[in-house]
């Protein structure tokens, strides 16, 4: 019997080859791609962030415009969040004992700033509340919370020391961003579906003053993370000419930069409409959802065996 | 006290001993080697060495992993070890992003060996009991042995005596002086975890 023909059968034996090979190659190879944050039920984690984000951003700008559906939006974004959190939890059971380690843990920040704006947002929309001083105390519980919760979820990526690509101040910084141009987003897409009483030009102004500041700011993380070799510049690699370029490129960038930016100069020109602007906060949240996509496929942990010896692209 | 381990890369041939043993005495699941030998190969023909790099958990003095963990299920005991409370564990995987040793694993449904569509035989029910699924599990100095004042798994079965064991805290202990006189070094101690497995060079 061949080597093959041994491995074929022990591969039809176990009850999951696909997952124990990538396992075991990972284990052995010189750039290991995390994976638990993005494959399977890791998948997850993207969408929860994903809404954390743009409800945190829908949040902020519906209190600042005084836009009831758009804080009705929020509410449902930021419990869509705390629905995926759950789903991809090992022991969802046990969620409550996140709130344990707000002292050194992103996570545990992350779950008590969601806490605070759900009993927040929960009194604010009482009736009878809003205009009074439980009413102002509520804002700022919830306002307190979404701002948590939109710093955690770029956080918890960029302490992780083991993933050059994630520990840097510019994630949570992309994050941030990324969060509040996909509430801008929503607002639009919002305004556009739900009837309006939005400051529709408003709106747009700092939708095109956030969506130049991400430009600006995936390019800086892109150069830096470049710059600093290893297993960031590999990360980088990855994104611009590997196994995530599709999603980078038609994702990010086409339809979450391009596609605004077409429209949004189209308008200057005559291309007006509700639909357009719907058409540019749909697109920009598609873009928001991949950037993080991208951000966290592409982590990639620094490589073991520099110690001992030159390392070999080789894997044995 | 505080307790580590030295591996002689001179004395390890990569025989997967360690892992084995380890797997025997844990009884983990497929795909989960809290020991394991990494392998490679370098220079060219005729000129080529491989080197095996065996790995488990450093028990880091600066654990990353148990800043991260939200629930506190990463602790670490006064001995230095690092373990895992899996009754606390709610599987966010937050450790293992921190971990820039890739020495813990996550279980999200129950593997067995034998057999596909297959119940688990009566020795993998027999072992698995003491592993729940959905929890990130690791390396633990094997500590249910040392309270019965026993090695390790994988320092007992190393044939080549690669693996010494003791109190890195005790100057007059072996793992001391080997890291003092054959120049024992962390692995990638750059990162800043401070790890208690040294390693000693594989040339010198």
Known sequence: ?316 | MRLGMVIDLKRCIGCYGCQIACKAENGTRPGTTYARVLKREFGTYPNVKKQSLPLLCMHCGDAPCIEVCPTGASQKRSDGIVFIDADMCVGCRACMMACPYAARYFQDEERNYFGVGMAPTAYEVSRYQDHQSGVVEKCDFCRHRLDQDKEPACVANCMCKARIFGNLDDPESEVSRLIKEESGFQLNAEWGTDPSVYYLPAER
């Open chain 1, 1 to 316: 019997m061949t080597i093959s023909e041994t491995r074929s059968i022990s591969r039809q034996m176990t009850s999951q080859p696909d997952y124990l090979d990538l396992r075991r190659q990972d284990l052995n190879s010189t750039y290991r791609p995390q994976r638990e944050w993005i494959e399977g039920r890791g998948i997850l984690i993207v969408i929860a962030h994903f809404f954390a984000g743009i409800g945190a951003g829908a949040w902020i700008f519906s209190i600042l415009f005084d836009y009831r559906v758009g804080e009705i939006m929020a509410v449902v974004s930021i419990g869509l969040s705390g629905l995926a959190h759950l789903a991809f939890l090992g022991r969802w059971q046990r969620f409550l004992r996140i709130l344990a380690r707000p002292n050194s843990s992103w996570v545990s920040r992350g779950m008590w700033g969601t806490l605070l704006y759900g009993i927040g947002a929960l009194v604010y929309f009482l009736p009878g509340v809003r205009d009074t001083l439980m009413g102002s105390i509520s804002l700022g519980i919830s306002l307190f919370g979404v701002t948590l919760v939109l710093l955690c979820s770029g956080y918890v990526y960029s302490v992780s020391k083991a993933i050059p690509f994630w520990h840097t101040v510019l994630v949570p910084i992309l994050y941030i961003a990324y969060g509040l141009r996909g509430g801008v987003a929503l607002l639009l897409v919002a305004a556009v579906f739900g009837g309006s009483s939005l400051d529709i030009d408003t709106m747009e102004t700092i939708k095109l003053w956030v969506l130049a500041s991400t430009i600006v700011l995936i390019l800086f993380y892109l150069i830096i993370a470049n710059r600093s070799g290893g297993a960031a510049s590999y990360s980088v690699h990855e994104l611009v000419a590997g196994r995530i370029s599709v999603a980078f490129y038609g994702g990010t960038i086409g339809i979450g930069i391009l596609v605004p930016l077409a429209l949004a100069i189209g308008r200057e020109f005559g291309l007006a409409g509700m639909l357009t602007l719907g058409i540019i906060g749909f697109a920009s949240l598609i873009g928001d959802f991949y950037v993080k996509y991208c951000v966290v496929k592409a982590g990639t942990y620094v490589p073991l065996g520099d110690a001992v010896g030159p390392v070999s692209p080789k894997i044995v």
